[in-house]
């Protein structure tokens, strides 16, 4: 399996007063450009998913959205609970397990939590992850956490320049 992980784009600040639960929080005008240039890239290197699942919060949906306006072909982003912050890794995994070319949509610590226990086995060896941010971990048919390979990470500029 290809497991891309993409964390959601930069997102409106909470302490504006705007938003009094975090979970409505939308990106920024700079978070969609952050995402689109990174999907951008994402498209330049050929990468084409089967499934994209996402957290429930607003920012990570807006962020899923876009990435499937340009690299989701006919899928469309599936919430996924497990991606909200506090889900359990298990639930992600199961969530994924089976499947060809899978992208999630979701927040930090989470996410580099899930890469690292992904690739080796321990979610306190946590991936760095900035907004917009994308790793791809591969995991073979049959394979448990630890026994991924995280093949890149991409921060959001460098995805951007992806020729």
């Not at 899930?114 to 080796?120: N, P, R, Y």
């Amino acid at each position: 399996m290809e497991l891309y992980i993409v964390r959601h784009g930069d997102a409106a600040d909470r302490s504006a007063g705007r938003y009094l639960r975090d979970a409505d929080r939308p990106l920024t005008a700079t978070g969609e450009a952050e995402v689109l240039a990174a999907a951008g890239g994402l498209a330049r290197l050929g990468v084409a998913i089967d499934l994209l699942l996402t957290s429930p919060l607003v920012r990570a949906r807006q962020t899923a959205d876009l990435l499937a306006s340009v690299v989701g072909g006919s899928h469309q982003p599936e919430e996924c609970l497990a991606l909200a912050p506090g889900g359990e890794l298990s639930a992600v995994f199961h969530a994924i397990h089976g499947q060809q070319r899978v992208m999630v949509v979701g927040h930090n610590p989470s996410l580099g939590e899930l890469a690292g226990w992904l690739a080796f086995g321990d979610p306190m060896a946590t991936v760095p992850l900035r907004t917009a941010g994308i790793c791809r971990v591969d995991l073979a048919v049959g394979s448990t956490p630890g026994q991924g390979v995280l093949r890149w990470l991409l921060p959001p500029r460098l995805a951007a320049r992806l020729t």
